[in-house]
């Protein structure tokens, strides 16, 4: 029986090696005596060529080896890779939010700072806006207290004028003006007299005619006399007499204190003793103050200027 199995499966293997040399007459496959099955009792011999399939089929194996780790190494990383770039894609997304939402806030940061400047500027030009107000306010202040200053100053100097005035006009009869410390009084209007008989109307007041030793009084008098001047009068009948004569010694002219007339205030031609009759002065009311003097005959009626020259306190 089992020489019999033998045979048959000698049988077989002949029949496989000639089917296989007639495919390929340099492939030659030679029978194992130790194993029974074709595969392993069978080798490729005889020549190179069945070397070459060998090693093709060796290299082909390795290559699909290689090939087949390459392929599962590229399915790990593609896998890893995949894994990889899902969660970058979140991470991505996540990213896009967050820079939405930071472009969002920037936007707002922007319109939040623009807002902060503009009021920034409007606080500044208020700033300068009340700088400007307040110096205003300052120089009027400054010269509300400059003008303040020179009232009171003023105030001070007509208080001392009043006091001044009120001691001295006190002193000076009813109608009479001062003059530093002179009273001065002028006969009325309508009277007239002789240069003698003003001077006693002086004397009966406690006066003398006017003593006009100064250009300030000589002006003082002209303003009061312009004052009083009468238009319609002729010039020579609207004038005073004063206490200046030359009645002792022609052309030496005193007053009546017994002082010797330094400066006069003649008009123009004048003193001029017209028809050797002048030795009696008067003051006139004219328009040129310092040329307002003319010698006239002593009996002529004139009004008359009196002077009480008052102690001083
Ligand atoms: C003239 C002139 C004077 C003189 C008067 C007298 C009008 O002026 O001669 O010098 O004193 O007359 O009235
Ligand atoms: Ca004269």
Redesign the pocket.
């Known amino acids: 029986m089992k020489d019999s199995a033998i045979y048959t499966e000698n049988k077989s293997e002949d029949a496989y090696n000639q089917l296989i040399s007639e495919d390929d007459n340099e492939l030659r496959i030679e029978e194992h005596p130790h194993l029974g099955h074709p595969d392993t009792r069978h080798k490729v011999v005889n020549g190179p060529s069945s070397q070459t399939y060998r090693l093709t089929a060796v290299i082909l194996g390795i290559l699909c080896t290689v090939l087949m780790s390459t392929i599962i190494g590229l399915c790990i990383s593609y896998k890893g890779l995949s894994e990889k770039h899902i969660v970058m894609s979140q991470n991505s997304s996540e990213t896009n939010r967050n820079l939405e939402q930071l472009k969002a806030n920037y936007d707002l940061l922007t319109a939040a700072l623009v807002k902060v400047q503009k009021n920034f500027q409007e606080e500044v030009s208020a700033k300068d806006s009340m700088q400007i107000e307040r110096d205003r306010e300052r120089k009027r202040k400054e010269l509300l207290q400059t003008q303040t200053e020179a009232l009171m100053n003023e105030q001070k100097n007509l208080q001392a004028d009043i006091t001044m005035k009120e001691k001295s006009c006190s002193r000076c009869p009813m109608g009479w003006v001062l003059l530093q410390s002179s009273c001065y009084g002028f006969s009325d209007t309508d009277q007239v007299l002789s240069w003698n008989l003003g001077r006693e109307e002086c004397k009966k007041a406690g006066a003398d005619l006017a003593v006009i030793d100064s250009q300030e009084k000589q002006e003082f008098i002209q303003g009061i006399l312009m004052g009083k001047r009468r238009s319609s009068t002729s010039w ?1 009948l609207n004038g005073y007499w004063i206490g200046l004569h030359d009645v002792h010694t022609e052309g030496e002219w005193k007053w009546v204190d017994g002082t010797d007339l330094t400066k006069g205030f003649w008009f123009d031609g ?1 003193p ?1 003793d ?1 028809y050797s009759a ?1 030795d009696c002065a008067a003051t006139y009311p004219k328009e040129t103050p310092l040329k307002t003097w ?3 005959p002593c009996d002529f009626p004139l009004k008359w200027i009196c002077e009480i020259k008052l102690q001083e306190p």
């Open positions: 020579h004048e001029n017209n002048e003319n010698d006239a």
